[in-house]
């Protein structure tokens, strides 16, 4: 089977930096997602990390360590608009296309 | 484009009532699924399928049919409701074009489903 773990939630001030944890078990692995999911909406595709190290994406970045079965989602020069939940996936080697999500960290970002 | 479409928006049923959540994308993606999304529960996948005529559970499927006659449409039918299934649907596609550099999953709207 495939689960993750996510802190249930999150608090920092506008302009800061805050890094995300999700930490996996799975029977095999592919890759790591990051989704963003704002209160009343669907979530929309944030990274993906398919080998270890560093993706970079505008102020945001995510990270995998495959042989710690961990990643985080790391957002800099925090906005108001980026108060949403976020949730990591797993892509799983039993079900290529599969992805299993994470319960999600509900981040508040506070002036 | 419309992207990913979702019918209905909302919907009220009653115990034992069937119903079929439909899913609509004009991406020509493959991949195509439905998840239901419960609080603190995050999203689990209910079926998927990656091409016409080809379809597979997922972790939650039972109480779901599906079916994939065409690319574009992939509606998620309940077979006699019950009140666990109150949850959000989201139906969620993916091409499979990229290979395994990319992983975009793009949702639907949702569907809001209440059964009393």
């Known amino acids: 089977g495939q689960s993750l773990e996510q802190p249930s939630e999150v608090t920092a001030v506008e302009g800061a930096i805050v890094q995300i944890n999700c930490t996996y078990q799975?029977?095999?692995?592919?890759?790591l997602s990051w989704y963003q999911q704002h209160d009343g909406g669907a979530p929309t595709f944030l990274s993906y990390n398919g080998l270890d190290g560093l993706e970079e994406t505008g102020r945001f970045s995510s990270f995998l360590s495959r042989s710690d079965s961990y990643g985080y989602l790391l957002l800099q020069e925090l906005q108001m608009k980026d108060s949403a939940s976020y949730f990591c996936?797993?892509?799983?080697?039993?079900?290529?296309?599969?992805?299993?999500f994470g319960t999600g960290t509900r981040l508040l970002v506070s002036p | 484009n419309a992207g990913v479409t979702q019918t209905p928006k909302f919907q009220v049923l009653k115990t034992g009532q069937s119903m079929t959540l439909q899913c609509a994308q004009d991406?020509?993606?493959?991949?195509m699924s439905w998840y239901r999304q419960d609080p603190g529960m995050g999203l689990r996948l209910i079926h998927y399928?990656?091409?016409?005529?080809?379809?597979d559970q997922g972790e939650v499927p039972n109480g779901y049919n599906v079916s994939r006659s065409t690319t574009e449409d992939f509606p998620l039918r309940l077979l006699s409701a019950a009140p666990s299934q109150t949850s959000v649907y989201f139906c969620a596609t993916k091409g499979l074009a990229g290979g395994e550099g990319t992983d975009t999953q793009y949702f639907g709207p949702g569907t809001r489903l209440t059964v009393l």
């Open positions: 991406m020509n993606h493959e991949y």
């Open positions: 996936a797993v892509k799983g080697r039993t079900g290529f296309q599969k992805l299993v």
């Open positions: 799975t029977s095999g692995f592919y890759g």
């Open positions: 399928s990656v091409g016409a005529g080809i379809t």
